[in-house]
């Protein structure tokens, strides 16, 4: 990253936003200030057509004014964040404001301004920044301007592009502290804008519209499912790449693992959705091993929980346990095996009109089945489910919903998602899972430092489920023909 001193504007007034954080900014000649000023081309872009998420999102403001009448909305897309000194995380705009709008730009707001008669709804508005200023060498000698962080979309063009009137969001706070009548705002991603509002909203109501716009999320529309399935097939190439190198990562570690799907994840999405679990051997019993430094060894198990978040930041959530040479032992097939068949059943439970509840509850009846099976609890089956012992080893619920965030709707209310019901439209995850830590004393010495699950997203469609995720194979005989297949075996 360039690091070359700036100067900074002369003119305080008309500073931009953020200067650079080094704080040594060299004078600035007259000569060169007004040299910077002309011989630039005029890049304006004419003509633009509307992104594909801009008529979905203007039905989802709809919603979201019909639910509101009356109201001012406030919903900012979040601030850089600093990662060290003066550089910065990478920006993820914030889910509820890519949801209505389509838009992904640090720093903006979207704004429902409630028309004159409540029942006529709102006038949305974006509050972004604008084009980088010549004048006043904004472009330059800002740390944020364009020359040194590239061209931004001007007020016209955002306009065109997402279907919405554009402002510049230097005037926002002003308006805001001058606004009367109702107010809500999504909290957490915009001090500066929840200042402005502090005396105008309620914690209560604000989290009224952070749970509507979770509830929302719950059903996707075809524009949604369709990104969904595009995040899984780059998923399921991600995961051919990984068996293909894992010669290489039996040479490195399971970083080498995770740095190979992560090509995959930049090279046809915006990022992986989530930091991806790429767990061998005994770390495959960490629920959310992320460190991924540990050794990757022929006869173990690659626990790989990953996910490519496509450019509309939707993200796909898949996890296979493969064996590392190929093969998997007797022992590592039981497990795996037993795994499936409560997938199977879990799959299977998914359906409209089914509670979102059952699909768990089919995958841990298998489960306790085969705990008991095996000696390892007392049963009957029905006393583990009752008494939830099977818990020590599959640790955690069977799926969640998927879509912009890896655990979409999180806000949603108990009600609404884990009491309700599942409708055409809802994708969500299904990935039972055993784990029989390395210490665990209860289980034979053999079982110690397996860990085995196996994750799919599923779409509830009319008539049952489609499971996106197929094309990566599930079956144990199956996920070994793949392998030697890639693997030229």
Known sequence: MTDELTPEIPDEEEQPIKQRKNGLYPGVSDELAENMKGGWA??????LEPIGQAPHAARRRAALSARFPGERLVIPAGLLKTRSNDTEYSFRAATEYVYLTGDQTDGSVLVLE?????????????YRLPRSNRENGEFWLNGMGELWVGRRNSLDESAALLGVPCKDVR?????????TGPVRVVRGHDATIEQALHDKVTAERDEELRVYLSEARLVKDDFEIAELQKAVDSTARGFEDVVKVLDKAEATSERYIEGTFFLRARVEGNDVGYGSICAAGPHATTLHWVRNDGAVRSGDLLLLDAGVETTTLYTADVTRTLPINGRYTDLQRKIYDAVYEAQEAGIAAVKPGAAFRDFHDASQRVLAAKLVEWGLVEGPVERVLELGLQRRWTLHGTG?????????????????????????????????????????LTVPEEYRGIGVRIEDDILVTESG?????????????????????????
């Open 114 to 126: 409630p028309r004159a008669d409540a029942a006529d709804g709102h006038d949305a508005t974006l």
């Open 400 to 440: 969640h919903m998927l879509g912009l965030d890896v655990h979409d709707c999180a806000a949603a209310r108990t009600d609404s998602y884990v009491n309700g019901t599942l409708e055409p439209g809802m994708v969500l995850t299904v990935e039972p899972g055993l784990y029989f830590q390395a210490d665990d």
């Open 171 to 179: 005037e926002l706070s002003e308006l805001l502290k001058e606004a």
């Open 42 to 47: 005029d890049t304006e872009l004419h003509d």
């Open 465 to 489: 489920n489609r499971n996106l995720s197929a094309a990566l194979p599930r079956r144990s005989d199956e996920v070994e023909a793949w392998m030697a297949g890639l693997l030229g075996k």
